[in-house]
């Protein structure tokens, strides 16, 4: 193809795509990197009924982050935007910094859990969850006051991530300032049940964690990763660690994601879309703008994770 047929393709194609994107309605956008317009981060991913689903913090100073917005795809490239699938109107006891939603699906209905008001001890706030008929809500308060509303082992409770094993058990990762605790949930994902010990929590930190756990389970293998750096800075960044259990032990491989200084700063927060009946894996993150120096200006991206011979993860490489 020569280069007047080569440009005359791309006009044709971008006119198309630009078309389709008007056609497909205000809601709906058809996208690359970021994904969805907006300033979003945290972003949680899920595949429900073959349908694919991201649900970002809205990011915003914390007086002004009292909702969350959904965004539905059927094919990771056309995302539909939810508004408010929930806000702290549905939650009485949520009155600042919502955020780091864990969605799943179990007993025909969706389960929504965030963190809230940015607790500290002796204040009202932590993670909380809220229920649905449907992904796209509205989701409604279910306990009328925090699942986990207090500070163990040194970790705020916030940034949860449920994680479901292939025996049925729900765990929830979980926690900020450095420490990070799993939890056991009941069968009705309402209440925490102890371990085989006696216990509720137990703390299993790897070195270097800061906040963001998320757990990837793949050929009987457990990688736990996680944020490190400071949210506000560009050295924010994913790290992971493998091992047999949902347990642990979990010593520290390596980075799998960090700032590119050719495409975005502060990229971490993450988590993965498996696509079902294949080994392809996508990871959800957010990443700040080049030469921004808002915090609260992130943005949600997906790029391909691959995963070597070994098992082990190669690092991300972010792109437009």
């Not at 005359?8 to 008007?22: D, E, R």
């Not at 994913?238 to 975005?264: C, H, M, N, W």
């Not at 996508?282 to 997906?302: F, K, Q, S």
Request: aromatic share 14%.
């Amino acid at each position: 193809m020569n280069h007047r047929n080569l440009f005359l393709a791309m006009t044709l194609l971008c006119g198309a795509l630009s078309a389709y994107a008007q056609h497909v309605g205000k809601n709906t956008t058809v996208g690359s990197n970021p994904v969805f317009p907006g300033w979003y981060a945290d972003p949680e991913a899920a595949v429900f009924d073959h349908e694919y689903w991201i649900y970002p913090t809205y990011s915003a100073p914390y007086d002004q982050q009292t909702f969350m917005d959904a965004f539905s795809s059927k094919d990771l490239v056309t995302w539909t935007k939810h508004p408010h699938v929930l806000s702290n109107a549905n939650v009485a006891w949520a009155k600042r910094a919502m955020w780091a939603p864990s969605v799943v699906q179990a007993h025909g209905k969706y389960y929504f859990f965030f963190a809230a008001n940015d607790v500290h001890p002796g204040e009202l706030g932590g993670i909380g969850v809220a229920v649905a008929d449907r992904p796209d809500g509205p989701f409604k308060d279910a306990l009328g006051k925090p699942l986990i509303g207090e500070v163990v082992n040194g970790a705020q409770p916030i940034d949860q991530f449920v994680f479901r094993d292939d025996d049925g058990q729900y765990y929830m990762y979980y926690g900020g300032w450095g420490h990070c605790n799993m939890v056991r949930l009941a069968p009705d994902l309402l209440s925490l049940v102890p371990f085989a010990d006696g216990t509720l929590y137990k703390e299993i930190t790897p070195k270097g964690y800061v906040e963001g756990p998320f757990m990837l389970k793949r050929n009987g293998k457990y990688y736990f990763m996680w944020s490190e750096g400071g949210w506000t800075g560009p050295d924010y960044r994913v790290a992971y660690a493998i091992a047999d259990s949902p347990f642990g032990p979990f010593e520290r491989i390596g980075t799998i994601l960090q700032q590119d200084p050719k495409i975005a700063t502060g990229a971490g927060h993450h988590s993965i879309i498996h696509v079902p009946g294949t080994d392809e894996y996508y990871i959800v993150y957010h990443r700040r703008p080049l030469g921004e120096t808002d915090a609260n200006h992130r943005v949600t991206c997906i790029d391909r994770l691959y995963f070597g011979p070994d098992g082990k993860i190669r690092p991300v490489r972010m792109t437009r």
